[in-house]
């Protein structure tokens, strides 16, 4: 990949640089402001996130990404209000969030189904929790599973369901309630490769449906790169933002882009950022051999 | 290989026909030592059942005595020179064979009580499970909230549990006398022990239960609106609800273990009064069939429990 000649992941084309344009011009929904957390730990305090600053721009689709235990989900979790920063503030319409709320939907890595419900019933829990009636509850239920495409598992249980469709419903769950933005921590993180890639086109035909602004966690660089308009880069020890890239691969996006240059040129920023190329030669690692065989069987 | 052709293969379910079969041997091998010993001479029989007691003064017809003593007995009538007594090998009256336990069964509940006030069988069976009943329910009525309130917020753990942990250590009996001192002799006191018995450890159990539920779903719960209240009667109720039934169901059989003790304070009663009554007259035929009678109603309960359990909770039906 080093060998091509890939043009810089900076450059956009005049219709890239248009649609960032009028992104700018829409209204800020989340503001991510100096955000900090520090966690009190065994051998002394861990600074899961420093400093963290960001805008959110209405019907923007964001990814973050980094390494593992860079604080991605500390992140996520403070914006759904079901953590708090240490310093900093989050501000959702211009009001600090203070705590978990409807307003913001969010679907996890694990399945967070409710077992004892139907998947109709899972999809009406947060209408019913935010005080709408029975039947209207009911009515917007069977739209949202019409929207995901499950008209056959109204009635099923959730264990009923395999990996992808069980997330499908976290997402109209989460819809239903009409957040004003939906945060999502590796969503398909457990999924196979090629259900991922299914649910990765069913997650954008929604975005295009239905108006929301979407942060979604990752540290897959083909999904990240796939899906967003911008991705922040968390750096490690202590989490904080790398960069902010503005992803110049034109919409609507199709997996035919995978190979395009714009594609390959930004993903090949995000590995340099979070695999930086000193620390990751082989040479440098301590080795033991384990073998009494030769080289010769490699 | 195959898998599935495995009887013991770890962690796998045997396939419907081989648990019914393993179910049914858990009951038929414990009936064949049970008849092997009893039904096969050479096979323990430490005693002579007399038939015919011949020249020994003091044997007389059904009489049980030891095989030494039989054999020496007739050993000296053989010296001299009188008619030998003649009798079967037998087990002690404390083993009766399983056809006498089976008939005993049958009777004890036919025969009436030896005394005219006294209970039959099935009055006694019948008290005894109104004893549990009340004593369970009781504890059920206030152990399942004050457990979920335990494991739901620090403060009810803090100021409940360490109390409790205290008092459950204290065996459920030992308030037998200070029970019939407070209610009387009547069933109050044996009601009384078996809330004790179960109430303690119903708080507890319930309360680690509720720990248990995986926290993501309160997170899921409280993005989508849910405060605290319906936490937990829409998010904690229902998720434990499963595994609270579970617990009911062993605590439910913890009852009937106090409930022996229990009949047995202040004014006798139910099914232990039966079983001492008959183990009295030596009757223990009639001890045997009321234990058996405990445990087909234990067993029969808590299979009706489950299947019950299998329609209240369809999602738990896994494969
Ligand atoms: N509750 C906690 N208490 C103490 N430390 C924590 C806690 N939660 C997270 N951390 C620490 O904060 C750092 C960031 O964790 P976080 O789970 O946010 O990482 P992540 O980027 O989501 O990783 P992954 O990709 O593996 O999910 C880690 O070093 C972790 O040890
Ligand atoms: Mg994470």
């Known amino acids: 990949m080093n060998n091509l000649n890939l043009p810089s992941y900076l450059e956009q084309e005049p219709d890239v640089r248009a649609r960032f344009e009028k992104i700018r011009q829409r209204p800020v929904v989340l503001k991510v402001q100096h955000l900090g957390k520090i966690f009190p730990g065994t051998d002394g305090d861990i600074v899961a996130l420093h400093d963290i600053l960001f805008n959110i721009h209405r019907r923007e689709f964001i990814c973050v990404i980094g390494a593992s235990g860079c604080g991605k989900s500390t992140l996520i979790r403070i914006l759904a209000g079901l953590d708090y920063p240490t310093s900093g503030q989050v501000l959702l319409d211009n009001q600090e969030v203070k705590g978990p709320s409807p307003d913001r939907g969010m679907v996890f890595q694990g399945y967070t189904l409710f077992p004892w419900l139907t998947i109709k019933k899972n999809i009406m829990f947060g209408l019913k929790m935010t005080n709408h009636g029975n039947n209207y509850a009911a009515e917007q239920a069977l739209q949202w599973i019409d929207l995901v495409g499950l008209s056959n598992f109204a009635n099923a249980y959730p264990h009923e369901l395999s990996g992808g469709m069980k997330q499908r419903v976290a997402i109209a769950r989460a819809l239903a309630n009409r957040p004003r933005i939906l945060l999502m921590d590796e969503p398909f993180g457990a999924l196979d490769a090629q259900t991922r890639s299914q649910m990765q086109a069913y997650l954008l035909q929604i975005w295009r449906n239905v108006d929301i602004t979407i942060l979604f966690i990752t540290h897959d660089l083909d999904e990240a790169v796939y899906l967003a308009d911008r991705i922040v880069v968390l750096g490690t020890h202590p989490g904080h933002i790398q960069e902010i890239i503005e992803v110049s691969v034109p919409r609507p996006r199709n997996p035919d882009q995978f190979l395009t240059p714009q594609f390959l040129a930004t993903k090949k920023r995000l590995e340099e950022l979070i695999h930086p190329p000193e620390k990751n030669r082989q040479e440098d690692l301590p080795m033991i051999r384990l073998t009494q065989a030769g080289d010769e069987v490699i | ?319």
Not at chain 2, 12 to 17: I, R
Not at chain 2, 50 to 68: C, H, N, T
Not at chain 2, 248 to 254: F, S, T
């Open chain 2, 1 to 319: 290989m195959n898998v599935r052709k495995h009887w013991f293969a770890i962690r796998k379910d045997l396939s419907g026909q081989r648990s019914w079969l393993l179910g049914l041997c858990s009951f038929l091998l414990p009936l064949c030592i049970w008849s092997l010993v009893s039904y096969t001479p050479w096979i323990w029989h430490p005693m002579v059942l007399i038939s015919d007691p011949g020249g020994v003064a003091y044997f007389q017809k059904d009489m049980l005595v030891d095989r030494e003593i039989f054999n020496k007995e007739n050993a000296f009538m053989r010296e001299e020179g009188e008619s030998e007594a003649r009798g079967e090998l037998a087990n002690p009256i404390y083993l009766p064979a399983p056809h006498k336990v089976v008939q005993a069964f049958i009777t004890a509940f036919q025969t009436a009580p030896i005394r005219r006030n006294d209970p039959w069988l099935h009055q006694s069976i019948l008290h005894s499970i109104t004893v549990i009943f009340y004593g369970f329910t009781l504890s059920a009525i206030l152990g399942v909230p004050l457990g979920i309130l335990c494991g739901t917020f620090a403060f009810f753990t803090r100021i409940i549990e360490p109390f409790i942990d205290f008092i459950r250590y204290m065996p459920a009996p030992a308030f037998g006398a200070l029970m019939v001192a407070f209610l009387g002799i009547a069933d109050a006191p044996k009601v009384a022990i078996i809330f004790i018995g179960t109430f303690f450890q119903m708080v507890l159990v319930v309360g680690n239960t509720t720990r248990l539920l995986d926290k993501s779903l309160l997170e899921a719960a409280q993005t989508l609106g849910a405060t605290s209240k319906k936490l937990i009667f829409h998010v904690i109720v229902p998720g434990i609800l499963p595994n609270l039934y579970r617990d009911m169901r062993i605590l439910l059989g913890w009852a009937w273990t106090y409930l022996i003790v229990a009949e047995l304070i202040g004014a006798s009663s139910g099914i232990s009064w039966f079983i001492n009554q008959q183990a009295k007259y030596r009757n223990y035929d009639n001890v045997f069939a009321a234990i058996v009678m405990i445990g087909i109603i234990g067993l029969t309960t808590d299979q009706i429990l489950r299947f019950i359990g299998h329609y209240l909770f369809p999602w738990e039906r896994r494969n």
